[in-house]
T-cell receptor, first 113, second 114 residues
Framework: AQSVSQHNHHVILSEAASLELGCNYS??????LFWYVQYPGQHLQLLLK??????LVKGIKGFEAEFIKSKFSFNLRKPSVQWSDTAEYFC???????????FGAGTRLTVKP | DAGVTQSPTHLIKTRGQHVTLRCSPI?????VSWYQQVLGQGPQFIFQ???????GRGNFPDRFSARQFPNYSSELNVNALLLGDSALYLC?????????????FGPGTRLLVL
């Protein structure tokens, strides 16, 4: 069964700092990869997704992620964070054939103004 | 367009009781999935339904059951509640059950078991 690891539990940054959140998954077959964000008091929203093709995917609000197949990784990046990026970020993976997703434990991002 | 809706928003039950949670998918979506999110953890997959048939089941005991209705809405039932069932229960809908379909999440039902 697939599993997802997010290495950072809580990240604290100042505005304009660069962000990289790690995500590694364990699954032997073809996977689809997702990053979801949960802003305070709001429900889970899709940031970006990777199915195939260019391993560098761009999402909403200036986020991007790079799929490195050899490392089983799908790290999330943003060159310059804003206070409004304060949220919890979840990496998720599902198998090619179905969409019962496996989520990581999440990374809480706090951006100081 | 309305997103995924869930009811109730909050619920308090006591151990041993039974609970039913409800979910209405986005219009046109035929697949509904249920997740449990315990505080401090990511969502854990419970069930997936498509066209009223169960398409996937996570590692949860038989106390958990679900069904999907002809209008694609869904219910999650939990029997013999335990303290450990306290969590946020999330419903997500997608067009179908294939892996490359984006799932859209509802706001969740927060269940507290005393």
């Amino acid at each position: 069964a697939q599993s997802v690891s997010q290495h950072n539990h809580h990240v604290i940054l100042s505005e304009a700092a660069s962000l990289e959140l790690g995500c590694n998954y364990s699954y032997g077959g073809t996977v689809n990869l997702f990053w979801y964000v949960q802003y305070p008091g709001q429900h889970l929203q899709l940031l970006l997704k990777y199915f195939s093709g260019d391993p560098l995917v761009k999402g909403i609000k200036g986020f991007e992620a790079e799929f490195i197949k050899s490392k089983f990784s799908f790290n999330l990046r943003k060159p310059s964070v804003q206070w409004s990026d304060t949220a919890e970020y979840f990496c998720a993976v599902n198998a090619f054939t179905n969409n019962d997703m496996r989520f990581g434990a999440g990374t809480r991002l706090t951006v100081k103004p | 367009d309305a997103g995924v809706t869930q009811s109730p928003t909050h619920l308090i039950k006591t151990r041993g009781q039974h609970v039913t949670l409800r979910c209405s998918p986005i219009s046109g979506h035929k697949s509904v999935s249920w997740y449990q999110q315990v505080l401090g953890q990511g969502p854990q997959f419970i069930f997936q339904y498509y066209e009223k048939e169960e398409r996937g089941r996570g590692n949860f005991p038989d106390r958990f059951s679900a069904r999907q209705f002809p209008n694609y809405s869904s219910e999650l039932n939990v029997n013999a509640l335990l303290l450990g069932d306290s969590a946020l229960y999330l419903c997500a809908s997608s067009l179908n059950f294939r892996g490359q379909e984006t799932q859209y999440f509802g706001p969740g039902t927060r269940l507290l078991v005393l």
